[in-house]
């Protein structure tokens, strides 16, 4: 069985601070790893990570992943209190992408 | 544009009873999927319609079932409610139904048993 496991599963820091957020997998035939920002209800898109190695960058965010190692890590730099949030990594199950398995999530507070 | 609209946004229904969740994908989109999420957990997958069909189901008891409409909306009911049914219910639309990047949220409808 498909299994995503992150970590820490809660952690709180104060604005400024840069975070670091875990997700480990282990997935048959796997194609991607996903991460997603979850304000209130819907989870947003944040990246999709099919290479090793290479970094995806998107303002104070940035995504690596390491399928010899079998993990991924989200950084968050300078930190802010819109950051606050659950962050989700998931991977798709099947070759069509139709399900995904999801890591329990992040839960991230920043404090002013 | 819209975005994948769910509704109720909230609903509270009393054990035993039975609940009716409905979705609009994003037009253009004919892939509906369905993920429960219970508090403190990840979001986990319930059912996939692509083209009004059954493309994947998650471990979850017959008493979940979903179809999809041919404007590609779609409805997830659940009978004989139970407690642990409590949870944030997702909808997310997306054009082929692969490429989990394309994938669009709805809000959620928010579940509580009682």
């Known amino acids: 069985e498909d299994k995503v496991v992150q970590s820490p599963l809660s952690l709180v820091v104060h604005e400024g601070d840069t975070v670091t957020l875990n997700c480990s997998y282990e997935?048959?035939?796997?194609?991607?790893l996903l991460w997603y920002k979850q304000e209130k209800k819907a989870p947003t898109f944040l990246f999709m990570l099919t290479s090793s190695g290479i970094e995806k960058k998107s303002g104070r965010l940035s995504s690596i992943l390491d399928k010899k190692e079998l993990f991924s890590i989200l950084n968050i730099t300078a930190t802010q209190t819109g950051d606050s949030a659950i962050y989700l990594c998931a991977s798709p199950k099947e070759t069509s992408g139709s399900r995904l398995t999801f890591g329990e999530g992040t839960q991230l507070t920043v404090n002013p | 544009d819209a975005g994948v609209t769910q509704s109720p946004t909230h609903l509270i229904k009393t054990r035993g009873q039975q609940v009716t969740l409905r979705c609009s994908p994003i037009?253009?989109?004919?892939?509906v999927s369905w993920y429960q999420q219970v508090l403190g957990q990840g979001p986990q997958f319930i059912f996939q319609y692509y083209e009004k069909e059954e493309r994947g189901r998650g471990n979850f008891p017959d008493r979940f079932s979903a179809r999809q409409f041919p404007n590609y909306s779609s409805e997830l009911n659940v009978n004989a409610l139970l407690l642990g049914d409590s949870a944030l219910y997702l909808c997310?639309?997306?054009?082929?139904?692969?490429?989990?990047?394309?994938?669009?949220f709805g809000s959620g409808t928010r579940l509580t048993v009682v």
């Open positions: 997935v048959t035939n796997f194609r991607s």
């Open positions: 997310a639309s997306s054009s082929t139904g692969t490429g989990p990047g394309g994938y669009t």
């Open positions: 037009s253009g989109h004919k892939s």
